[in-house]
């Protein structure tokens, strides 16, 4: 059930993320797919200054533990610190961890999502555009439903554009996701390579 859901909400987005960024990234056990639709892509959401993005990520590592995301945030630059915009928002997540074959554990919760991105100013003539960002997401018990009792998430990552439209980064990762009676709540962790393509 999980995979259906899963494939058919990622084919969805690929299809509506096709004008924004579709990105990659993997490391030795992990998996992960994510893509963003950004409102610099539709003309008709150009009505202020603020941004608004759609995210969505599919998440797999060799435990066969699985992740999905769908969020929304605002984005927006900060007047006093050139170079740096703040996104604030909510997602959407379930996640299922499988327990050495026994029955999975579903959870599901709506965290609450800031991120913090600084855009390099070019020190030299022609330098790539690079950017560095920060992201935290947090539900607690009240934002967390069935036997979901906290969500944590947290990743930082570096990305550098290498070629027109075509950037590589690399970054960390940091998501618990809290059960009722169970003490281990790490569903993922460690640092991760990718390749993102923006349309």
Same mark, same amino acid.
């Given at each position: 059930?999980?995979?259906?859901? =899963?494939?058919?909400?990622?084919?969805?987005?690929?299809?509506?993320? =096709?004008?924004?960024?579709?990105?990659?990234?993997?490391?030795?056990? +992990?998996?992960?797919?994510?893509?963003?639709?950004?409102s610099r892509n539709l003309e008709v959401?150009?009505?202020?200054?603020?941004?608004?993005?759609? !995210? *969505?990520?599919?998440?797999? !590592? +060799?435990?066969?533990?699985?992740?999905?995301? =769908?969020?929304?945030?605002?984005?927006?630059?900060?007047? =006093?610190?050139?170079?740096?915009?703040?996104?604030?928002?909510?997602?959407?997540?379930?996640?299922?961890?499988?327990?050495?074959?026994?029955? !999975?554990?579903?959870?599901?919760? %709506?965290?609450?999502?800031?991120?913090?991105?600084?855009?390099?100013?070019?020190?030299?003539?022609?330098?790539?555009?690079?950017s560095i960002e920060g992201v935290y997401?947090?539900?607690?018990? %009240?934002?967390?439903?069935? +036997?979901?009792?906290?969500?944590?998430?947290?990743? *930082?990552?570096?990305? %550098?554009? %290498?070629?027109?439209?075509?950037?590589?980064?690399?970054?960390?990762?940091?998501?618990?996701?809290?059960?009722?009676?169970?003490?281990?709540?790490?569903?993922?962790?460690?640092?991760?390579?990718?390749?993102?393509?923006?349309?």
């Open positions: 059930m999980f995979k259906k859901i =899963a494939l058919t909400t990622l084919c969805m987005s690929t299809l509506l993320l =096709a004008e924004s960024g579709i990105g990659l990234n993997i490391n030795e056990k +992990d998996l992960e797919i994510e893509g963003i639709l950004d959401l150009q009505t202020s200054s603020t941004i608004y993005q759609a !995210d *969505v990520n599919f998440l797999y !590592d +060799d435990e066969n533990a699985k992740l999905i995301g =769908a969020g929304l945030m605002a984005t927006n630059k900060v007047e =006093a610190l050139e170079g740096v915009e703040v996104s604030l928002g909510a997602k959407f997540i379930w996640a299922e961890v499988g327990n050495n074959g026994s029955t !999975d554990n579903s959870f599901t919760a %709506v965290p609450l999502m800031a991120k913090v991105k600084y855009i390099v100013p070019p020190l030299i003539y022609k330098t790539p555009p690079m997401l947090y539900a607690p018990k %009240v934002l967390a439903f069935g +036997d979901s009792t906290e969500y944590n998430e947290f990743r *930082v990552k570096g990305e %550098v554009e %290498v070629i027109e439209n075509v950037s590589l980064y690399a970054g960390y990762r940091n998501i618990k996701t809290r059960y009722i009676g169970l003490k281990n709540s790490l569903f993922n962790t460690g640092f991760y390579g990718g390749l993102k393509f923006i349309y």
